[in-house]
């Protein structure tokens, strides 16, 4: 009879050294993505502050429009440029912004076409609903604006908080998706007699076109339909333009010099979402610094575990005394502490096993809002923190030890 096989001992995740990513002159670009309420926010600002305190001069796009980044940061308010972050002390400088998704479209259209072009596109009805509200626009226009303050020597470290995404490809594909959009063939047979040029446009198109568009005209209405003819064909001339783009910022995400940075809670949609992220990144080529865990809840010592808090509650509640009532209500709050501290371990371990390459970097959830820059300072302390200085003799790549496997 063969001899059960005492459970397997839990890989450990490599440490992620984000003072080195953030400090390395090399590192232009550092991507903050996961799925929404997880801290992406709080850790860009975070990451950004610490870089700046490291001599970089650094710029984070924010593009949750909450007010929150720009209070931690002590601005009134944050808008489409950036604006400079006081910092006492610091040898490098941080500006912050926050993208404004139809004033980066206007920007675009006004860059690449004449001023009379670029303003019958800014009256143009569909153009002002795709501008401001189209699915996908506003991760689009967050491509643009990195490719903006990438292309500018002004910053050498741009920090990007995308945006929050109920699905974690909706970042790597708007670009693409923007530029099948603009440039599709439903669009092009729209503005096939435009571009064809008047009756002779007409006569090449056909009867045959003519059905088809008395068809669309009749589902998406006339006048959308004119709307839609008639943006397409002011904007023709910049297509091509749309497409290099969204091209060129794709392949810039691919460079040595990028950095994704994938944060997530310990919690298991949270953590589900970041491994199907990790995933796509490895399929698109992508370079993955690794995983923030984000809000865990290590206990203050893991000398004894929760059973044993509890038991030693118990018996301390039963033998009375002085004293013993507020002893034992720190034991059980100790093994609550531990229980909560061992589904979160279970959980980076489950995530360690499938991304077994991806490093970890654990964060200690706040005891409350980080709302200034003294807590963007304490959370930046717990990112780049050394790995083993945590005084519980847990690694930061975890959030309890790995116990020893009995001889």
């Known amino acids: 009879m063969t001899a059960a096989q005492p459970p397997r001992r839990p890989t450990p995740a490599p440490p992620l050294d984000l003072a080195a990513l953030v400090s390395d002159r090399e590192t232009r670009i550092i991507?903050?993505?996961?799925?929404?309420?997880?801290?992406?926010?709080?850790?860009?600002?975070?990451?950004?502050?610490?870089?700046a305190e490291a001599g970089r001069e650094v710029v984070v796009l924010t593009i949750?429009?909450?007010?929150?980044?720009?209070?931690?940061?002590?601005?009134?308010?944050?808008?489409?440029?950036?604006?400079?972050?006081?910092?006492?002390?610091?040898?490098?400088?941080?500006?912050?912004?926050?993208?404004?998704?139809?004033?980066?479209?206007?920007?675009?259209?006004?860059?690449?076409?004449?001023?009379?072009?670029?303003?019958?596109?800014?009256d143009n009805p569909f153009y002002q609903a795709l501008s401001s509200s189209f699915a996908g626009t506003q991760e689009y226009m967050a491509m643009e604006k990195l490719g903006q303050l990438r292309a500018?020597?002004?910053?050498?470290?741009?920090?990007?908080?995308?945006?929050?995404?109920?699905?974690?490809?909706?970042?790597?594909?708007?670009?693409?998706?923007?530029?099948?959009?603009?440039?599709?063939?439903m669009i092009r047979l729209l503005t096939a007699p435009a571009r064809a040029g008047g009756r002779a446009g007409v006569r090449f198109v056909g009867a045959g076109f003519l059905l088809f568009s008395r068809i669309i005209s009749k589902i998406l209405g006339?006048?959308?339909?004119n709307d839609i003819s008639a943006f397409v064909s002011a904007l023709d001339t910049m297509f091509g333009g749309f497409r290099e783009r969204a091209n060129a910022t794709y392949e810039l995400l691919?460079?040595?010099?990028?950095?994704?940075?994938?944060?997530?809670?310990?919690?298991?949609?949270?953590?589900?979402?970041?491994?199907?992220f990790v995933d796509r990144l490895s399929t698109e080529g992508m370079p993955l610094?690794?995983?923030?865990?984000?809000?865990?809840?290590?206990?203050?010592?893991?000398?004894?575990?929760?059973?044993?808090?509890?038991?030693?509650a118990e018996a301390v509640a039963e033998a009375g005394g002085p004293g013993s009532k507020l002893a034992a209500g720190a034991l059980r709050v100790h093994a609550e502490r531990m229980t909560v501290a061992t589904r979160e371990q279970r959980l980076a371990d489950r995530f360690t096993s499938a991304h077994p390459e991806v490093p970890v970097r654990t964060v200690p959830a706040a005891a409350g809002d980080v709302h200034d820059l003294d807590g963007l300072r304490v959370m930046g302390e717990a990112l780049l923190a050394e790995e083993g200085d945590t005084g519980t003799g847990t690694p930061r790549s975890r959030v309890l030890p790995i116990r020893p496997q009995a001889g």
């Not at 400088?93 to 860059?111: G, N, P």
């Not at 004449?114 to 019958?120: D, K, L, N, W």
């Not at 006339?222 to 339909?225: A, D, F, I, N, P």
């Not at 298991?268 to 970041?274: I, K, N, Q, S, V």
Request: proline share 8%; net charge negative; with cysteine.
């Open 254 to 276: 691919r460079q040595p010099g990028t950095s994704f940075v994938v944060v997530a809670a310990p919690e298991p949609d949270a953590l589900r979402e970041a491994s199907y």
């Open 222 to 225: 006339g006048q959308l339909l």
């Open 64 to 122: 949750d429009p909450a007010r929150r980044l720009a209070q931690s940061l002590g601005l009134v308010e944050l808008d489409n440029e950036p604006r400079l972050v006081e910092t006492p002390g610091a040898p490098g400088e941080l500006h912050a912004m926050m993208l404004d998704m139809k004033r980066t479209f206007d920007d675009v259209v006004a860059a690449h076409s004449t001023p009379e072009r670029a303003q019958v596109i800014f």
């Open 289 to 312: 610094a690794g995983l923030v865990l984000n809000r865990t809840h290590p206990p203050a010592t893991t000398a004894l575990s929760a059973t044993r808090a509890e038991g030693a």
């Open 31 to 51: 991507v903050c993505c996961g799925s929404g309420g997880v801290g992406k926010t709080t850790t860009s600002a975070a990451l950004a502050l610490a870089a």
């Open 152 to 185: 500018s020597d002004r910053w050498d470290l741009v920090i990007v908080d995308t945006p929050p995404s109920r699905s974690a490809l909706d970042f790597l594909d708007a670009p693409n998706r923007m530029s099948r959009f603009l440039d599709g063939t």
